[in-house]
């Protein structure tokens, strides 16, 4: 800690993946001393690196191999390249071409936050403080950011990424226009509370629907199927599932659009929004698709009278309710120079940010001294990243966070300008 004051350039509040994410970019990129010169502190009351993800009773959607790569291509005898021969990076390695437990992938991003950590420590600047941000005030010049020891820390600007929570009053929200999960608010629950072991987990049997088509959604699947008659999984939108090329999804006898759900940066079919590993398995044979075993699942896409009609029946008749409609931002409180409170804008992917993870107030107003994204906030990587045109969601994800999302952030930190009395709007 910086013995004269408790000034900063940057308050970084959270220290899970995303907010690893653009320190380990300018580690990589040779803008570390850039970066950390500003002065960084960092809040965490927990475990730096894994965040949530040491919580989730399932698997990675993503191979084990994307995780390490951020250890790609560093000189040997760096603090990052020397945690290549950990045991936590030996045991993930193993898994390299797999969907890893998560509890696997938790231990090696834990050394990583461990190193990260240590950057900061050992930098004149920068600090690491183990405690909860308790509240963010806007000033003038910047933010001032209280935690809950009570100490206070001035910075130009925070990073928010404090993780998510379930979207306000998932249990009433309409799936589509007049179909709407208020009548049976009793019976739903958020899918956090069945993947997240840190929640009671509830109790579930008989017939159970489950509304929506994301991870999340087959994660729940996954974990309740042998407990239960049925599951009726109600979406929108088709399934999107995830494959190498066009011509894999072709052969797996995957309907697709070749325009709209292909990246055409890199040929993969709907790469961001679709479906990996189990969820993938357990979508796949939902939809039937040739050589899947049967599955006790039966899909409902409300885009007909007669699927609504389905829908709503399956609902009322449903002992449990699953909604995994995703995530908003677990922001502190924030108040304005004037003690009001701040209020974020949220959308129906979460909380909304602008190109550069500027949090936007309900007003529509960007404020570039709040910078927010990771899960429940919506920074998109940019066109020039690719990612299939029908995708329009936010894009999460650890490896995101460490190279295009991050890149994003550590750009948007090393080269935004804001000056003393400028409306930062
Ligand atoms: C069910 C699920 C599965 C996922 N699986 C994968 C996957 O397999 N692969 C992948 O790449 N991505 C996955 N993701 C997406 C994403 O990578 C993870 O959600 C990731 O954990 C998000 O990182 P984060 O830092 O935004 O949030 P979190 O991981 O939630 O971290 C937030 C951090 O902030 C801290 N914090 C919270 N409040 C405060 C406060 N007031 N003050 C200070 N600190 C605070 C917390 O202690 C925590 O360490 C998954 C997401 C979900 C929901």
């Not at 040997?76 to 020397?82: E, F, I, N, R, S």
């Not at 055409?264 to 079919?269: A, F, T």
């Not at 039937?288 to 006790?296: E, M």
Request: net charge negative; with cysteine.
């Amino acid at each position: 800690m910086p013995s004269d004051d408790n000034s900063f350039g940057f308050v970084f509040c959270g220290g899970g993946p995303a907010a690893l994410g653009p320190i380990i970019t300018a580690s990589r990129s040779g803008r570390l001393d850039a970066l950390l010169d500003r002065g960084i502190a960092l809040v965490e009351p927990g475990p730096i690196g894994p965040g949530g993800l040491a919580h989730y009773r399932i698997g990675a959607n993503s191979l084990g191999g994307p995780f390490m790569e951020c250890l790609d291509g560093l000189e040997d005898g760096t603090a990052l390249a020397a945690l290549r021969d950990l045991p936590e990076t030996r045991r993930l390695r193993a898994l390299a071409d797999e969907h890893p437990p998560l509890s696997v992938v938790a231990p090696f991003l834990a050394r990583l936050g461990a190193v990260v950590a240590g950057f900061l420590e050992e930098h004149p600047r920068c600090a690491v403080v183990r405690e909860r941000v308790t509240g963010i005030a806007l000033r003038d010049d910047g933010v001032r950011v209280t935690t809950g020891d009570g100490r206070e820390l001035t910075a130009r600007r925070t990073v928010i990424a404090t993780g998510g929570r379930p979207q306000a009053d998932f249990a009433k929200a309409e799936i589509v226009p007049g179909l709407s999960l208020a009548p049976h608010q009793e019976r739903v629950r958020h899918s956090e509370s069945f993947i997240d072991a840190r929640k009671d987990l509830p109790g579930a049997g008989g017939k159970v629907v489950v509304v929506g088509g994301s991870h999340s959604a087959w994660s729940v699947v996954h974990l309740m199927l042998p407990a239960v008659d049925e599951i009726t999984v109600i979406h929108r939108t088709g399934i999107r599932l995830f494959y190498d090329s066009a011509d894999r999804a072709r052969a797996d006898g995957y309907a697709f659009d070749p325009v709209l759900d292909v990246c055409p940066v890199n040929g993969r079919v709907n790469r961001y929004g679709g479906l990996r590993g189990r969820a993938h398995e357990l979508a796949r044979a939902a939809l039937r698709l040739p050589g899947s075993d049967p599955l006790p699942v039966r899909l409902v896409q409300v885009d007909t009278p007669a699927a609504r009609q389905a829908a709503e029946q399956a609902l009322a008749e449903a002992d449990t309710i699953v909604m995994a409609n995703g995530f908003e931002a677990d922001l502190p409180p924030i108040r304005h120079a004037d003690g009001a409170l701040f209020t974020a804008a949220t959308g129906p992917t979460g909380t909304v940010v602008n190109d550069r993870g500027h949090l936007v107030d309900a007003h529509g107003t960007a404020y570039p001294q709040l910078v927010a994204y990771g899960l429940g906030a919506g920074l998109a990587p940019s066109k020039e990243v690719g990612g299939e045109p029908s995708y329009t969601r936010r894009a999460d994800g650890v490896w995101l966070y460490q190279h295009d999302i991050g890149e994003v952030v550590l750009d948007d930190l090393l080269n935004h300008v804001t000056t003393t009395g400028e409306t930062q709007r």
